[in-house]
């Protein structure tokens, strides 16, 4: 697993979400305490706000167990920043791995587990009008 920030990678990410409907910030390269260990986040109306933070593996099977080892200390500070915005309903932090054999597979950091997203589709399922026709 790499920790370099992938340009292309990252740039995918950002537009998958933009498919969907968010508004994405691209966090600069750094540390500042006051935000998770996120590469972007991601908004969306009313008060959904999700930090991602995005990494490359090539040999690992992108899993829960893979997650928990690899990912340790990302772990640590996502559930930290977690317990201190409890009242926070719409808020999500995520890692998603990327890798060439399965893109991105997404999991949702929680305080006490991690659990598996569903992957976005590149394409954004709109619902059917309302009413009849005109």
């Known amino acids: ?12 990410a950002r537009e998958l979400l933009q498919v969907h409907g968010y508004t994405v910030r691209v966090l600069p390269v750094g ?12 908004s969306r109306e009313p008060d959904e706000t999700r930090y991602i933070r995005i990494k ?3 040999h690992q099977s992108p899993c829960i167990e893979t997650i928990q ?11 930290k920043h977690l317990s201190h915005h409890l009242q926070e309903t719409g808020l999500h932090c995520e890692i998603w791995i990327y890798s060439l054999c399965y893109g991105f597979r997404c999991f949702e950091i929680l305080i006490d587990s991690i659990r598996e997203i ?3 589709s590149l ?12």
């Open 31 to 42: 540390f500042n305490k006051r935000l998770p260990p996120a590469h972007l986040v991601a």
């Open 118 to 120: 569903p992957k976005l």
């Open 56 to 58: 490359k593996i090539s």
């Open 1 to 12: 697993m790499t920790s370099r920030r992938g340009t292309l990678v990252e740039n995918g």
């Open 123 to 134: 394409t954004r399922h709109s619902a059917p009008p309302a009413g009849g026709t005109a």
């Open 69 to 79: 080892s690899a990912c340790r200390m990302d772990l640590v500070q996502f559930r």
